[in-house]
């Protein structure tokens, strides 16, 4: 199956600092996605993105499938955006392969 | 808001115990897979029903199973309880075959 790899695995920034999340897949997926998982352990939707560029107020992904990554930019980071950000992809029509998480502490 | 709903949130349960968690889909979602997630760790893939029929399945015993309703609500049954099984389960549900997943917000489950 596939691997998917997250970086950092740990990232403190400061309140208003920017950052890029970068996910890394050993196969091409069809389905990709990035999740923030709050304190209570939801998975919130960020992005469903198997490709191109998109944008959601201070967060946008990109996705570059032909070389299987796909990157997460915060900007101007607030202390609710601290909490695991998760990128998933699958290759077929079922499971979800997960990545172990991006753990992101935003200090006021 | 996903519209996906998980019950019960929180539940203690004994080694060798039965458990039962559920999931209410959002509304034209035919689709719900479940997923197991321990803790410091990404959820990992148990199974997915389609239209009431298993269609995938993880690397978990056959003591996990499920079922999925006709009115696409969905539930896991854990028989024979160990310690290794607490964790947060998480179930998504999806308009269709593949895309996009929605998650509901998880059953807490710890195994004493």
């Known amino acids: 199956g596939i691997q998917v790899e997250q970086s950092p695995p740990d990232l403190i920034l400061q309140e208003g600092a920017n950052s890029t999340l970068r996910c890394n897949f050993s196969d091409s997926v069809n389905n990709l996605q990035w999740f923030h998982q709050n304190p209570w352990g939801q998975l919130i939707n960020l992005f469903y993105i198997p490709s191109g560029t998109k944008q959601n107020g201070r967060l946008s992904a990109t996705t570059v499938a032909t070389e299987r990554y796909s990157l997460l930019y915060i900007s101007s980071s607030q202390t609710t955006d601290s909490g695991v950000y998760f990128c998933a992809g699958s290759t077929g029509t079922y499971k979800y392969i997960f990545g172990t998480g991006t753990r992101l502490k935003v200090l006021a | 808001e996903t519209g996906v709903t998980q019950s019960p949130t929180h539940l203690i349960k004994t080694r060798g115990q039965q458990v039962t968690l559920r999931c209410s889909s959002q509304?034209?979602?035919?689709?719900v897979s479940w997923y197991q997630q321990a803790l410091g760790q990404g959820p990992q893939f148990i199974f997915q029903?389609?239209?009431?029929?298993?269609?995938g399945r993880g690397n978990f015993p056959p003591r996990f199973s499920g079922l999925q309703f006709p009115n696409y609500s969905s539930e896991l049954n854990v028989n024979a309880l160990e310690l290794d099984d607490s964790a947060l389960y998480l179930c998504a549900t999806r308009p269709g075959i593949t895309g996009e997943l929605f998650f509901g917000e998880g059953s807490r489950l710890t195994v004493l």
């Open positions: 509304s034209g979602h035919n689709t």
């Open positions: 029903y389609y239209r009431e029929e298993e269609n």
